[in-house]
């Protein structure tokens, strides 16, 4: 009996060991995803958060003691599961407009960083070319 729960104990160590390692890769992959710019902008809210921030105003209205998000949200979701596809389709139309709006500005985000990224090569270029210059000349 005593060998088998030494065994049980030594496998729990092994498997506690291994869950830290996971862990620990788990966290160093999240911070190499986490590297994004926060100068990019925002991604635009989806039909069903256009028609919530609506929801939330007419919910508060006829409900103003109501103090939970949660009692909201789970509204809100009965709601929008209650409407037909031609009463969503105005929020659908404004989620349209929303991501028509963001592609633009991420083109053009994207156009400038893709610009600044030239010209910093080209800066480090011709600092190069001065350096080869200077090799030369002191040769």
Same mark, same amino acid.
């Given at each position: 009996? !005593? ?23 788990? @966290? ?10 926060? *100068? ?35 509204? *809100? ?8 596809? /031609? %009463?969503? @389709?105005?929020?659908? *139309?404004? +989620? ?6 963001? +592609? ?7 156009? !400038?960083?893709?610009? *600044? +990224?030239?010209?910093?090569?080209? /800066?480090?270029?011709?600092? %190069?070319?001065?350096?080869?210059? %200077? ?5």
């Amino acid at each position: 009996m !005593k060998g088998l729960k030494t065994a049980t104990v030594a496998h729990k160590k092994l498997d506690t060991e291994t869950m830290k390692k996971r862990k620990a890769e788990a @966290a160093l992959t999240k911070k190499e995803k986490a590297s994004k710019n926060s *100068g990019a902008p925002k991604r635009p809210p989806t039909a069903f958060f256009v028609f919530m921030a609506d929801f939330r105003k007419s919910y508060k209205e006829n409900f103003p003691d109501n103090k939970s998000v949660a009692a909201v949200g789970k509204a *809100g979701g009965e709601k929008w599961k209650a409407m037909s596809e /031609s %009463e969503k @389709a105005l929020y659908v *139309g404004k +989620a349209a407009k929303l991501k028509d709006e963001y +592609a633009k500005t991420m083109e053009e985000y994207n156009n !400038k960083s893709v610009d *600044g +990224a030239a010209k910093s090569e080209d /800066s480090e270029r011709s600092s %190069e070319v001065n350096d080869d210059a %200077e090799q030369q000349a002191s040769s």
